[in-house]
C-alpha cells in the first residue's frame, strides 16, 4: 500500500477534491463539465447534450476515490489534512436519485435520454465494479439498478449486442442475486455477441467496414460474471454462490478464487446447495463468510485451508 497502491490513491483524490465545486443552488460538490460517457440526453426539446454537472458515474467513482484514500491514510497515519478534507467531501457529494421510470437517475436533473436503449451502464458503476449499492445495504437503490438495466434491454439491440454492455449485465444481475436473469445474458452473450472461436463481439460493426469486430472485454468480463455469480467478496466477507442459477447449474465445483481479504476459495455443490467449501488464508484470524442468509465467522490460519461443510461448518 505504502509504496505502489497509494501514491495512486492519493493523486486520485487530489484530482477529485480539486475537480469539484459548489452548487451554489444545492450546496452539493459538482464537477463539471462532465459526461456520462457516450449517451445523451435532451436538454430542451428537440436538442440534445452530453455536457452537464455530475453525472452518476462521476459522483460514483469519486465517493469511492475519496473513501479509499480516507481509509489508506488512516492505515498508513499520514496525511491527516487532506483526509480531513476528504472525510469533510463526502457527505457533500449528490446523492443517489431514483428517476421517473424508477430506475437509476443518470443524470444530476432527472433528463429524458436521447438513446433510452443506450448500451453503456455507466450510471450503474456503484453497483458493479463499485460497492455502494447491493441489496443487502441498499435495496431500493438496488431495485433501481435492476429497472435501469430492463429498460435499456427494452428499447432496443443497441444495449445488448455488443460484447461488453452484454457481459457488464451478466455481473450487475450477479451483484444483484438475479441468478436467472444473469444466466439469461450469459446464454444471449454466447448465442449471439460471440464468434464460432468464442470472441466477443462488437456486435454493431466495424464503422467502416461491414464485418463484426473482436470485443475484447466481453470475453473477460464473461469470466468475471461467472466468479461473481459464485463467489463475492466487495461486502466485507466472502460470500458463497451468492447467484448460483440452481436449475442450470445444478452441479459443479470452481478452485482458485481470489477474494478481498487475501483469501482463495474453493466451492463444490450438488443439486443447487453448497456441499463444500475452501478458505485458503494469507493472515491469522477470522474470515465473516455468507451462503444464504447465514453468516458465520470462520477461523483461519495463514498459510493454511480451513475446510467448511455445506451449514458453513468447520469439518
Known amino acids: 500500500l505504502e509504496r505502489q497502491g497509494y501514491p495512486f490513491i492519493k493523486g486520485a483524490a487530489l484530482f477529485s477534491l480539486d475537480y469539484m465545486v459548489e452548487d451554489p443552488k444545492t450546496g452539493w460538490l459538482v464537477t463539471f463539465p462532465d459526461w456520462s460517457p457516450e449517451n445523451r440526453f435532451f436538454r430542451e426539446e428537440g436538442k440534445e447534450s452530453h455536457f452537464t454537472l455530475s453525472p452518476t458515474m462521476s459522483v460514483a467513482v469519486i465517493r469511492e476515490v475519496l473513501t479509499n ?84 434491454l427494452e428499447y432496443g439491440e443497441g444495449s445488448g449486442y455488443v460484447g461488453h454492455s452484454r457481459s457488464w449485465m451478466v455481473n450487475q444481475f450477479a451483484r444483484l442475486y438475479e441468478p436467472d436473469l444473469a444466466h439469461e445474458q450469459l446464454e444471449v452473450l454466447i448465442g449471439k455477441c460471440a464468434l464460432p ?102 477461523p483461519v490460519t495463514a498459510g493454511e485451508s480451513t475446510v467448511l461443510d455445506g451449514a458453513l461448518k468447520v469439518k
Open 197 to 298: 472461436n468464442m470472441f466477443s463481439t462488437h456486435g454493431m460493426g466495424h464503422r467502416t467496414l461491414d464485418r463484426q469486430t473482436h470485443c475484447i472485454e466481453g470475453n473477460m468480463a464473461y469470466t468475471a460474471g461467472v466468479a461473481e455469480m459464485l463467489v463475492q467478496s466487495h461486502l466485507g466477507f466472502v460470500h458463497l454462490l451468492p447467484s448460483l442459477p440452481k436449475e442450470k447449474w445444478r452441479r459443479g465445483f470452481i478452485k482458485g478464487i481470489k477474494a478481498r481479504g487475501g483469501y482463495v476459495v474453493d466451492v463444490e455443490w450438488q443439486n443447487g446447495s453448497l456441499t463444500r467449501a475452501a478458505i485458503h488464508s494469507k493472515t491469522t484470524g477470522t474470515c465473516p463468510v455468507r451462503y444464504g442468509d447465514k453468516v458465520v465467522e470462520v
Open 69 to 152: 484514500f480516507v481509509t489508506a491514510s488512516e492505515v498508513l497515519g499520514v496525511d491527516e489534512d487532506l483526509r480531513a478534507e476528504a472525510q469533510a467531501a463526502l457527505p457533500k457529494l449528490p446523492p443517489f436519485q431514483i428517476n421517473k421510470h424508477g430506475g437509476l437517475q443518470e443524470w444530476l436533473q432527472d433528463f429524458d435520454e436521447a438513446l433510452p436503449g443506450h448500451r453503456h451502464l455507466s450510471p450503474l458503476y456503484p453497483a458493479y465494479p463499485g460497492n455502494q449499492i447491493s441489496p443487502l445495504t441498499t435495496p431500493e437503490l438496488a431495485e433501481a439498478v435492476k429497472t435501469s438495466i430492463l429498460r435499456r
